[in-house]
Structure formats: C-alpha cells, structure tokens
C-alpha cells in the first residue's frame, strides 16, 4: 500500500542542542534503513520548512502506524497521511 505522508517538525526550545542533535541523528539513521529496506523510497524536503513529503510502500494501516511512531523525531512532528491509489489514466 502507498501512502504521501506529510511531517512537519517543531522541537521545542526547552529540548536541549545536545538532545536534538542526538535525536536527529537517530532519526537519519532510522529513516536511511527504512529507505534502503525499500518501505520508504521517496523523502523530499519542503523549502523554506522543517518538514518533508514522503511517499511510504507498506502492508497496512498499522505498518504504517508502526514505522511513523518509532520515528526519534515522533513526539515532536505534525503528520498528515494520505492512502494513495492507482489512477485509472496511469501509464504506470
């Protein structure tokens, strides 16, 4: 299953440069085996942002769940998720 999958990030202040460093060190770490395991093959940075769109290939609803919850960045992301579909003038 497809899904676009849009976060925005917003660490707070009180979250120290030390700990956001190592968070955001997980969190590279965390999405690059996911985008070589093939379950997240598209990540794109949105301009101007600390957010991206992602485009997530995986079994289900809760695997989906699963793989965004256990993101480093989690707890501090406002994210969108959208069931994509083949479109019937799809060539592909």
């Known amino acids: ?6 976060m925005e990030v917003n660490i707070p202040k009180s979250v120290s440069e030390e700990e956001s460093t190592k968070i ?3 969190e ?12 997240w093959p598209h990540l ?6 600390y957010a991206n ?3 997530f290939d995986v079994e289900s609803n809760d695997d989906l769940h699963m793989i ?3 993101l480093p960045l989690f ?6 998720v959208t ?5 019937p003038s799809s060539i592909k």
Do not use: C, D, F, T
Request: proline share 5%.
């Open 75 to 80: 707890p501090y992301m406002k994210i969108q």
């Open 68 to 70: 965004l919850s256990g």
């Open 1 to 6: 299953m497809l899904y676009l999958v849009h």
């Open 24 to 26: 955001k060190s997980l």
């Open 53 to 55: 769109y992602s485009i």
């Open 28 to 39: 590279k770490e965390y999405s690059q085996n996911l985008q070589k395991s093939g379950k």
């Open 83 to 87: 069931p994509l579909a083949k479109h």
């Open 44 to 49: 794109w940075r949105v301009v101007g942002e």
